[in-house]
């Protein structure tokens, strides 16, 4: 199912202003069609590290030292048009709180033809039908309420598949998202990260998950790299992190995992992770 590496990232380091850096010397890499987590709990340097990967660090963060590099070119030497080219085309980000970066005064359509038309050249009724058809993909019902919906009409869970279906409109190679899941309640979960999995065959995306629920990554993940204080302390295969753990921080974040559905996500006699049923029961 993996194949050619897509994207690398060596030896990153992110500082805020002339502090120490908050992210330090990370290396890791992605393939194609491969799922990776991010774990690690609120503070840990996660979430700016995918923010580097597409440019999007807050003000004042700066990277001081390290490389990220996309097939074969080093991104961080970009210059802005071809960060915008992409942007939206070959990586796309889903944050926490997807309804946040919708407009609250436009509709769900308008919107989202909007934004497929800043990308495709086609009409606004092409534009439509396409929007429409990345909804149902993600298995949302009544997809045309929806699309003459305000962002306020909508659940949660609703808006977040709204803002997973906009970014894979563009069927980018990478899909960052930042913990894409821990504002839903465990059912909606249980259906986004289906929905992301699904979302990977379909179109042959590559997936970075940033999430403090070792449960979620361990589920859906080829691998997982724990952060702790900005440093990678694990790093391997789903397998490799949840059977052997190296790491005093990794047994503590498995032993703190969740339960769905009165399912446990990581089970204490099968690490392995066996317990789709529960997943697909929901």
């Not at 889903?94 to 497929?116: H, M």
């Not at 919906?149 to 609703?158: D, Q």
Request: charged share 25%; with cysteine.
């Amino acid at each position: 199912m993996i194949n050619e590496k897509i994207l690398s990232i060596n030896n990153l380091s992110i500082k805020y202003g002339n502090q120490e850096p908050v992210v330090k010397n990370i290396s890791i890499s992605i393939g194609s069609k491969e799922i990776i987590g991010i774990v690690g709990e609120s503070g840990s340097g996660k979430s700016t590290l995918i923010r580097a990967v597409l440019g999007l660090l807050p003000k004042g963060a700066s990277i001081c030292s390290g490389d990220i590099i996309l097939k074969d070119k080093n991104i961080l030497q970009y210059s802005k048009k071809e960060w915008q080219e992409i942007r939206g085309n070959r990586m796309a980000i889903v944050f926490q709180n997807a309804g946040g970066s919708l407009t609250p005064i436009k509709k769900i359509g308008n919107q989202f033809i909007e934004s497929i038309r800043s990308h495709f050249n086609i009409s606004k009724t092409d534009a439509y039908d396409k929007a429409v058809d990345m909804l149902e993909k993600m298995r949302l019902p009544d997809t045309k309420r929806i699309m003459n919906s305000y962002p306020f009409e909508l659940s949660g869970g609703m808006k977040q598949r709204v803002g997973i279906a906009m970014a894979m409109t563009m069927e980018p190679e990478i899909l960052l998202a930042d913990e894409p899941t821990s504002a839903l309640d465990v059912t909606v979960q249980a259906q986004v990260v289906k929905q992301m999995m699904e979302l990977r065959d379909n179109f042959n995306t590559s997936i970075i998950i940033v999430t403090h629920n070792m449960g979620v990554a361990a589920y859906m993940c080829d691998k997982i790299g724990v952060m702790q204080k900005g440093e990678l302390v694990e790093w391997g295969t789903k397998n490799q992190v949840i059977d052997n753990p190296r790491c005093e921080y990794t047994k503590k974040l498995l032993t703190a995992v969740p339960e769905l559905e009165e399912c446990n996500l990581v089970s204490r006699e099968r690490t392995n992770i066996e317990n789709k049923e529960c997943y697909e029961a929901v």
